[in-house]
């Protein structure tokens, strides 16, 4: 497994954007493809992004496509998370994750995940 750090969440107001960064460490990050995944109170843990080990797919949930990019830098062990016109909506811990499978949509592709970070989005 790999260890996740997730770091850059906070209170942003309505239309505004974040980035969050998740750093990795202990097994090789650059051949893992990288997921993103929210959960709401009350509400399941959900998909919303995910790349692929060398950034050459992408797949979004249809909620965030088009406001939110995800990027990665092996370099850096670090995959990033653009968030830009946020909705009270996106309001939710955000985790980060690492997989096997490439670029999956699936909660269950899953076996690394961070201790996630709270992101606000005020009306």
């Known amino acids: 497994q790999v260890q996740l750090v997730e770091s850059g969440g906070g209170l942003v107001q309505a239309g505004g954007s974040l980035r969050l960064s998740c750093t990795a460490s202990?097994?090789?990050?650059?051949?893992?493809?990288m997921g993103w995944f929210r959960q709401a109170p009350g509400e399941e843990r959900e998909f919303v992004a995910a790349?692929?080990?060398?950034?050459?797919?992408?797949n979004y949930a249809d909620s965030v496509k088009g406001r939110f990019t995800i990027s990665r830098d092996n370099a850096k062990s670090t995959v990033y998370l653009q968030m830009t016109s946020l909705k009270p909506e996106d309001t939710a811990v955000y985790y980060c994750?690492?997989?096997?499978?490439?670029?999956?949509?699936?909660?269950?592709?899953?076996?690394?995940w961070g201790q996630g970070t709270q992101v606000t989005v005020s009306s």
């Open positions: 994750s690492a997989s096997s499978l490439i670029a999956s949509m699936s909660r269950s592709a899953y076996d690394s």
């Open positions: 202990g097994r090789s990050f650059r051949d893992r493809a």
């Open positions: 790349i692929s080990w060398n950034g050459n797919i992408r």
